[in-house]
């Protein structure tokens, strides 16, 4: 592989961590597609870091499962789904005091939804 090419997929990969991270900080950013991206990257660029993603005890097990399978469990998705809903209720409540905020909040959130519900699930 080019190293040029080798280098971008590293850095690629690292931010996407980096999203990832804050995905799973943000209640309304869902992380694992971030870490399933992260995933690919460091696959064609790095075994290193590649293992050390899948080996991760949090996020490891969620892309070999959506690796394998091609899908993420139910159970993750209704979790997923659940946090992110508390999550988009607590800080419209807390930090939102607008309605447009709020208006905007509730379809990022319902886009989020649309995605992972439409994601393949793994049995």
């Not at 597609?33 to 870091?49: E, G, L």
């Amino acid at each position: 592989m080019n190293e040029i090419k080798r280098i971008l997929l590293l850095c690629t990969g690292f931010l996407f961590v980096v999203l990832g991270i804050l995905g799973a900080l943000l209640p309304v950013v869902p992380s694992l597609p971030f870490f399933i991206i992260a995933s690919v990257c460091f696959s064609k660029s790095s075994k290193k870091f590649h293992r050390l993603l899948m080996d991760n005890a949090i996020v490891g097990p969620c892309i070999k499962r959506y690796h394998e399978h091609n899908g993420i469990g139910l159970r993750i998705k209704i979790l997923l789904i659940i946090s992110q809903w508390v999550g988009i209720v607590g800080s419209s409540i807390l930090f939102v005091h607008n309605f447009p905020g709020r208006v905007l909040m509730c379809v990022i959130g319902i886009s989020v939804t649309v995605y992972l519900i439409s994601l393949k699930t793994a049995r």
